[in-house]
């Protein structure tokens, strides 16, 4: 499945955006998405995507809204050209993202330290950040902890409450050198989602 990963200029983190196999099905074959509507439904369709008081500021060019909404209402397209339709629609709007790029959805790292995917400034593949990942890999730590605790007080007969070693877990977090080893600094008495 191909998805659209583009970099967010504010932050330089990474955004995917993966098109609805619905979307490319209308785009590449008969269309029709408003053939129920009222004639001139098309015409209005592109006037409101290209407003920028209508799409808070989100908003798209004329050119970019009237080549979706044709796409949506006609087909035709290869997959190729949807993509790179949905791109300039949904992955632009008001100056969103830069260096866009289909990719399938193996190339990219585990979820787990989401926030910390990054890409270099040519772009691709992204790749885990350590240095932003061992705050999120702590506050995970963290969380689970107080879940499985809270669960435990509930049990009358149930195990004590996890106490962690704040400083041997942090100490471990810092020392991490990649985020496969990052991930595996945990509370051996937890599941890891």
Request: glycine residues 8%; proline residues 7%.
């Amino acid at each position: 499945m191909s998805l659209i990963v583009y970099t967010r200029p504010s932050d330089n983190g990474i955004s995917v955006c993966n098109p609805t196999p619905w979307a490319l099905d209308i785009m590449c074959n008969g269309g029709g998405l408003w053939n129920d509507r009222p004639r001139g439904f098309v015409d209005e369709m592109v006037r409101r995507k290209s407003c920028p008081v209508l799409q808070k500021g989100k908003h798209v060019s004329e050119d970019t809204a009237r080549r979706f909404v044709r796409a949506m209402q006609y087909g035709g397209c290869t997959t190729a050209e949807a993509l790179d339709i949905i791109r300039e629609h949904d992955c632009t709007r008001g100056g969103d993202g830069a260096l866009h790029e289909v990719m399938d959805w193996t190339d990219l790292p585990d979820r787990w330290f989401r926030d910390a995917w990054r890409r270099s400034s040519n772009g691709g593949p992204p790749s885990v950040d350590l240095e932003k990942a061992k705050p999120i890999q702590w506050r995970k730590l963290v969380d689970a902890v107080s879940r499985e605790n809270k669960r435990r007080e509930l049990d009358l007969f149930g195990l004590p409450p996890i106490k962690i070693s704040r400083l041997t877990y942090q100490t471990a977090i810092r020392n991490a050198r990649d985020d496969e080893e990052l991930r595996r600094i945990w509370v051996p008495s937890l599941p890891q989602s």
